[in-house]
C-alpha cells in the first residue's frame, strides 16, 4: 500500500547551519517549544533505506529534512593519523577509495556488498549508521576500525566512539537536534599494518542484493605466533551492531590453537543474541557466526 | 507545492511539485517521460534507473526536490539526432529484451557501466547489472548486448 501523501512534508537545507536551525527548532533548542515528534525534522541523505519505507507505506508521516546537497558534509580526506569520511560519502565513494581499499579493505567489501550499483550511488556511511538497522553492512566493519563519529548541532560539536553509539533497537546516542558529520578511523603504525589482517565476509539468501542474515567483521594483528589488537563485530545477530569484547579478550595475546578457538567460538555464541524473523533462524545465525569465526582464525594461519 | 528546477535530457524545466513527489512521478507524470518504468516500487528492481549528473540512480526512492538542480538522463534522452544511441542498437541487435519493461532501466544502467569502466567484461557486467531485474530473458543476451556496445564503442575510438 502506498503511504498517504499529503502528510509528508520534505525541504533541502543548502548548508549545515540551515539543518542545524530547522533540527533545533524541532527540537525547543530556540525561541519556542520543543515540537511533537511528528513534526521535528527528520534527516534523510540517499533515501536509499527511508524511501523504501515510504513507498510500502510504512515510514512515519512527518517532516523531512534533505540533507543530500550540503558540501560540508562530503570528502574523504588522509591525515597521518586517521581518515576522516564526512557522512554524505557514498559507498560508492567508499568503495573507489584507494587508501580505504589498502588500510580499512572490510569497509571497502562492506561497500561493495551494500545494495546495487544505483544503491551505491545513493547510499550514505552516516545514513547507514543513523539509520540504524542491525542487519546493516558497513556497521561490523566500522566496529572492527575502532571507528569515532562527530556529531554536531548548534549547542557545539562531540565525539563519540562508535562502540558506543548504538544503545538499544534503533536507539543511539544522537539527540534529535544533531546531525553526524563526520566519521574517523584511526590509522595504525606501518609496522603493525604490515601485519594486519582483515576479514569480512556477509552471508544473505543470494550473494548479491540481498540482507545480511549474519555479517561478520574481523581484524588483528599478528604478534609471532600470537593474536594481537583483536577486533570482531557482527551484523544481525542482536538488536545493534554488536561488537564482541569478551570473544575478544579470549583471542587477545593468544595462540589461536584448535582449543583457542574452540572456547572463543563457545563465548561468541553466548555474546550475541540472534532472533528467528522472515530473514533466518537463530540457531541458524549463532551456527554461521560460530563457523565465520572460525573461518576468520584460519587467516592467521595463512598469513 | 513548490517549483523544482533540474535538466531533464538537456532541457531546463521547472515543475511545480509537491515535496512529497518522487523523482519518478515527476518524470512520468507533468513531463510525460513514460519511458522511465516503475517495476517494484522499492528499489530493488532497477527498471526506474535514470542517470543524474551522469549516475545510475534509482528514481523510484529518491525525492524530486533532491534532484533540484542536477542534470537527469532518461532513455528518452539516449538518442541523438533521430539515431539511437549505441546501447540501444546493441540490445537491437543483440535481441537483448523481450518484454522490454526492464530495458530502460537496463539500459541506463549499461551505459554508466561503460562510462565508468569502458574495459568492463562480462563478470563487471554481470556484477554492476545486480541491481536490474528482468523476468524474461534469463540476461545472456543482455550481457551480451553491453559487451558489443563495449567493443564497439571501443572500435569507434581506435578509429
Known sequence: MRAYLPEYEAVSARTLVEALTLLAQGAGGLDGPAQPPGRRWQPIAGGTDLMVLF????????RYLDIWGIEELRGITVAPSHIDLGALSTFTQVRQHPLLACEFSSLTQAAIESGAIAIQNRGTLGGNIANASPAADSPPALLCYDAELELVSLRGARWVPYAEFHTGYKQMQRASDELIVRIRLPRLSAVERERQVHYYRKVGTRKAQAISKVCFAGSFVRDGERLSRVRIALGSVAPIPLRCPRTEAVLEGAVPTSAVIAAAQEVLGSEIAPIDDIRSTQDYRRTVAQNLLFDFLAQAALH | MGAITLKVNGKQVTVDAAPRTLLVELLREPLQLTGTHVGCDTSQCGSCTVLVDGRSIKACTMLAVEAAGTEVTTIEGLA???????????????????CGFCTPGMILSAVDC???????DERDVREWLEGNICRCTGYH???????????RMAQSKEG
Open chain 1, 55 to 62: 513507498s510500502a507505506g510504512k515510514l512515519p508521516a512527518g
Open chain 2, 141 to 151: 543476451n543482455i550481457v551480451k548486448a553491453v559487451l558489443s556496445c563495449r567493443d
Open chain 2, 114 to 120: 561503460l562510462k565508468q569502466n569502458p574495459t568492463a
Open chain 2, 80 to 98: 541523438q539526432g533521430g539515431r539511437l544511441h549505441p546501447m540501444q542498437e546493441a540490445f537491437q541487435s543483440c535481441h537483448g529484451l523481450q
